[in-house]
């Protein structure tokens, strides 16, 4: 069984393999999931399951302690690991680092949905979130969107948020903190939001048509980010119904209160990958939820195993 580390991997693993991968995944039959949250406080052990015809199954497990980059030294807040089993014999193959793939998973679920959904050639992208999950938005989309102009950085820290722009000095676009989260809202094309929030931010009043809205941050159905005007607002799509549906806030509070319906959400990466379901319009407001799920960490394990030992 081969053991693959981050540092082993990371160098090999470009954006554009990763949002393939995803892409082709959601060509294949629909996966079995399955998820257990367990609690303690405000931190958690996640474990998610899944079954996809073609890569086999696959186990994600990882602790969420939102409180460790704030340690000294810091500390990653979400960390374990994900063991991938032959499709063939049900043999455990690999056991893949849980960084590595949440990495790459994370935000390539938002590149392509971005892809599908945005309109081309974006100029101005407003990340909201000083984390690590930020700090790779930012990279991915600079390397999947070359239009990109610039890029504002908000937090409601403003001195971690300096901190992640001052790191991103070598990027070929422009990037920079955003004190006013909502002058930066009304002018981004692509606004994505990576935080901890418990309570919405971004309003969807800000929103100029057009602009297509990536939400990240929400994993739970106590956690929301955006307001319920941006989802009324705009044409709104998540991932996968599976994992969002009954278990995220973002989607689940405002569908508990009457503020939208199922019907309401026009499609999810089956449907939006067929060709099935699209934005309107260019002046369409579009929202994506991504909702993560082991599903797509199946996807991309595969893609990291593969690219460590290729087939012959």
Known sequence: MKIIGFDEADRLLTWQAVVEAIEAGHRRPAPQIGDLLIDSGKNKLLNRA??????????KSVTVFPDNPRADPPRPSVQGSVLLFDPETGAPSAVVDGGLVTKWKTVG??????????????????VCGAGTVAANLVE????????????????RTTARAEKLVASLDDLDVTVCVAVDL????REAH?????TMASEPFLEGAWLKPGTHVDLIGAYTLQ???ADDAVLTRGEVFVDSRKTTIGHIGEIQDPLDRGIVTEADIRGDFHDLVAGRAGRSGR??????????GAHLDL?????IARTIAPSP
């Open 140 to 155: 991915g989309y600079a390397a999947t969107f070359p239009s990109l102009e610039v890029i504002f950085v908000w937090n």
């Open 223 to 225: 956690m929301r980010e």
């Open 182 to 185: 909502e002058a930066a809202a």
């Open 299 to 303: 996807m991309v394990a595969d893609l």
């Open 190 to 194: 692509v606004v994505a939001t990576a």
């Open 109 to 126: 679920d938002s590149l392509l949905g971005a892809k599908l959904l945005a309109n081309r050639e974006p100029k101005t992208l407003l």
């Open 283 to 292: 002046e369409a407001i579009t929202v994506f939820k991504n909702g993560g």
């Open 50 to 59: 899944a079954f996809i015809d073609g890569l086999g199954f696959a186990l």
